[in-house]
C-alpha cells in the first residue's frame, strides 16, 4: 500500500496531531492564538523602523508600496515555512513513544507540524487582508481586486509541497544525527536574508545574485507580492522552477523517508 494511501486513511491521526501541536504551543499563553500574528507583526515593525527611519529605505529599496506592507507580505509566508521546518525537525524524536511502540505512517509527525503552522499562517493572512483595508484608507495604497489573486492558492500548495519534502528529509536526519536541528535553526535565520523575505534580493548580474537566483523561496515571495499587492500575474518561469524544486524535494523527501524508516526505531 503507498505512503499517500496510508496518510489518507489516517487522516483524523493527522488533525488530532496538529490540533495537539496548536494547543501545547499556546497553551497557558496570555496572547493564545494571536502570537501566530504578533511575531510577523513584530518583525514587520522591526523592519520598518531600520529600513524607513534608521536609514533612507523608500531610495534604497525603490517600492511603490508602503513598507509595512511589503514586508508583512513576505513575513507571512516566511513565517509559515520557518515553523514548518522547525517543527519538523524535532517531530519524531519528540514522538519517540509512538514511533516506536505504534506501526502507521511515521510521516505523519511532520506532516502534523506542517499543518499546525498552518494554521498560524491562516490566521496571518486574515490580518494582512486587514493591513492592506487600513493602508486603502489612508490613501496610501490602493487594492484593485485581479484574477491573480487566483494564483495564491497556487503559490501556498508549491510552498507546503516544498516545506513538506524538507521537513520529511530534516526531520529523519535529526533522528540519527541530532546535530541537524542545532544546525538547521542557523540555516534557517540565515536564509531570510536571501530570499526576498524583507528586502528585494540583487538581480544585477554579480555572483552573489546568480546564486541567490536558485533559491526557489525568491520566486515564492515575488509570487505573493505580485498577486497580492501589485495585482499582476507572477512571473511563470520562477514559478515553475520553484514548483519543479518543490516536487524533486517533496517526491525524494517522501521515497527516502519511507526507505528508511523501518530504521527509526532502533535510532530513536
Not at 513584530?42 to 513598507?67: C, E, H, Q, W
Not at 506592507?69 to 513565517?79: D, E, H, N, S
Amino acid at each position: 500500500m503507498s505512503s499517500a494511501t496510508d496518510i489518507h486513511r489516517i487522516r483524523e491521526l493527522l488533525i488530532a496531531l496538529a490540533w495537539r501541536d496548536v494547543r501545547v504551543r499556546y497553551k497557558q499563553s496570555v496572547l493564545g492564538i494571536a502570537w501566530a500574528v504578533a511575531l510577523p507583526l513584530l518583525m514587520m515593525l522591526l523592519f520598518t523602523f531600520v529600513f524607513t527611519r534608521a536609514i533612507d529605505g523608500s531610495s534604497l529599496l525603490g517600492l511603490r508600496i508602503p513598507y509595512p506592507l511589503y514586508a508583512f507580505v513576505g513575513l507571512v509566508p516566511w513565517t509559515f515555512f520557518s515553523s514548518s521546518l522547525t517543527g519538523c525537525v524535532n517531530s519524531l524524536v519528540a514522538n519517540r513513544n509512538l514511533v516506536t511502540k505504534v506501526c502507521f505512517p511515521r510521516e505523519v509527525f511532520p506532516l502534523s507540524s506542517v499543518a499546525a503552522a498552518f494554521v498560524d499562517f491562516a490566521v496571518a493572512m486574515v490580518v494582512l487582508a486587514g493591513l492592506m483595508v487600513c493602508f486603502s484608507l489612508r490613501g496610501e495604497f490602493a487594492f484593485v481586486p485581479s484574477v491573480s489573486l487566483l494564483l495564491v492558492p497556487l503559490l501556498v500548495m508549491i510552498q507546503i509541497a516544498l516545506t513538506v519534502g524538507l521537513g520529511l528529509l530534516l526531520s529523519m536526519a535529526n533522528l540519527f544525527y541530532r546535530d541537524v536541528r542545532l544546525v538547521s535553526s542557523a540555516v534557517v535565520q540565515l536564509w531570510m536574508f536571501i530570499s526576498a523575505v524583507v528586502v528585494p534580493v540583487p538581480r544585477d548580474g554579480s555572483v552573489l545574485a546568480r546564486v541567490i537566483a536558485f533559491n526557489p523561496l525568491v520566486p515564492l515571495m515575488d509570487g505573493y507580492r505580485e498577486a497580492i499587492l501589485y495585482g499582476r500575474t507572477p512571473a511563470g518561469g520562477g514559478l515553475f522552477y520553484a514548483g519543479a524544486v518543490a516536487a524533486v524535494c517533496l517526491l525524494g523527501g517522501w521515497m527516502w523517508f519511507r526507505r528508511m524508516s523501518y530504521r527509526f526505531a532502533e535510532c530513536i
